[in-house]
């Protein structure tokens, strides 16, 4: 385990230096917008996501990151959106994100409502720059232009309405209601939460050259790790450590919020988080490579204790 936390650091350095390199420049009468939002990307995430997408890439036999690193900085811009987002005053006006405070308060709320626009829309531009890239014409056969397409649309739909907004919808409808069905707060998991790594994996295991069987597997195993993700993300709120989670818990409980545990009690969120772990990892089998760091991640991010 120590061999792959260590592993993982330098993955996520590796991610973390891709994404430094498509950040915006804090200039311009818009610099207060770009610090803002740069402030957000910097607090030290564990850049799940693009680790996710570089390693669903590596499994699938890929190997030259160039036309995949847009797509990962990209994704991580969308995460940090959402986040900031989501901490907004409107939202759940949370003060502490990542140990650190959270970009309105700094900011300010109307600052950090831009930033996450600014966010939202640099993820694009940073992504369509995979299209102005040299390597394509070395690293990947002829379709590779119908793939960036095919990725850009997944990128685009997994943070949208039919993902990541439409499960924050839920979300806060649910808020309003006297009580949540599970069906309803499976929907909420699979868009809010599971979208954007279903998103992130899909595009990795794509641009590797993976065939349309195989990103729909890893759209099913995805779906199945983001929702265990999003269980495990409650069932720290109830059992977790604030020191290691950088936030308070039992919120929760304080917002006298539906959660995967309130429903079903915490021995069964457990035993679910171990059910959806082994039919994600038994799907991910299948890639050839998934064994090397993929699915060693894949069982972390559902025992994470952080
Ligand atoms: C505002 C459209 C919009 C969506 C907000 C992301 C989100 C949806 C809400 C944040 C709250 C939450 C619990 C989301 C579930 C996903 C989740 C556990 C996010 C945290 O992801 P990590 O653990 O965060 O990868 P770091 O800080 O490591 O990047």
């Not at 890439?57 to 900085?73: C, K, N, T, W």
Request: charged share 25%.
């Amino acid at each position: 385990m120590a061999d792959f936390e260590e592993r993982l650091l330098e993955k996520a350095s590796e991610a973390e230096s891709i994404l430094q390199k498509y950040l915006p420049a804090e200039e311009g009468y818009q610099e207060q917008v770009i610090e803002a939002m740069n402030y957000s990307v910097l607090a030290g995430g564990k850049r799940i996501r693009p680790v996710l997408m570089m390693e669903t890439f590596r499994a699938f036999g890929g190997s030259d990151l160039a036309v995949l690193e847009p797509f990962m900085a990209a994704m991580e811009m969308i995460h940090n959106y959402s986040l900031v987002h989501d901490d907004l005053p409107a939202m759940d006006n949370d003060e502490y994100r990542r140990g650190r405070k959270t970009t309105h308060v700094v900011y300010g709320a109307g600052m950090a409502t831009l930033a996450g626009d600014g966010l939202l829309n640099y993820a694009y531009e940073t992504a369509l720059k995979s299209f102005v890239l040299q390597a394509e014409l070395t690293s990947y056969d002829g379709d590779i232009s119908d793939r960036r397409v095919k990725a850009l649309e997944i990128l685009a739909k997994k943070a949208g309405i039919y993902g990541m907004v439409g499960g924050q919808c839920a979300d806060i409808c649910a808020e309003n209601k006297p009580s949540v069905t599970e069906n309803e707060l499976i929907f909420i998991h699979e868009n809010k939460t599971a979208a954007l790594l279903e998103g992130s994996m899909m595009i990795g295991a794509l641009l590797a050259g993976a065939s349309v069987r195989e990103v729909e597997d890893v759209e099913q195993a995805a779906r199945k790790i983001g929702v265990a993700f999003q269980i495990q993300d409650d069932i720290l709120d109830v059992i977790g450590d604030e020191s290691q989670l950088g936030k308070p818990v039992g919120s929760d409980e304080k917002n006298g919020k539906t959660t995967y545990v309130t429903l079903k009690g915490l021995e069964t969120a457990k035993q679910d988080v171990e059910r959806l772990s082994d039919e994600a990892v038994n799907i991910l089998r299948n890639a050839k490579k998934s064994e090397e760091f993929l699915i060693p991640l894949v069982l972390w991010m559902i025992s994470r204790q952080k």
